[in-house]
């Protein structure tokens, strides 16, 4: 599976971004996909899942500002990211999972997309 993300950007504190990533080699239908950040100097987070059947789960920081979908047909998920502050400055990378319900840990994700990078400015 290889997955390409894209839609980042430079956006002012309080605007929208929507993020996409887009597989390929593979249908991802059946799979668990995430969204993980990693700002400068700090480890890669979890930011959002969405279990093959439509479940989400996201972390606490993002709640009510994130929405995580896919559209199986198209073998693509996306993150829509409204009421950005500049703390969600980050690369943002999409991945892919086969094991477990809604995995939040970066080693339950067997395929990553190459990150889009997101700054937001106060």
């Known amino acids: 599976v290889q997955l390409q993300a894209s839609g980042g950007g430079l956006v002012q504190a309080g605007g929208s971004l929507r993020l996409s990533c887009a597989a390929s080699g593979r249908t991802v239908s059946k799979y668990s996909m995430g969204w993980f950040r990693q700002a400068p100097g700090k480890e890669r987070e979890f930011v959002a899942a969405i279990s093959w059947n439509g479940r989400t789960y996201y972390a606490d920081f993002v709640k009510g500002r994130f929405t995580i979908s896919r559209d199986n047909a198209k073998n693509t998920v996306f993150l829509e990211m409204n009421s950005l502050k500049p703390e969600d400055t980050a690369v943002y990378y999409c991945?892919?999972?086969?094991?477990?319900?809604?995995?939040?840990?970066?080693?339950?994700?067997?395929?990553w997309g190459q990150g889009t990078q997101v700054t937001v400015s106060s």
């Open positions: 991945a892919a999972s086969q094991e477990g319900w809604l995995p939040r840990s970066r080693a339950e994700y067997g395929y």
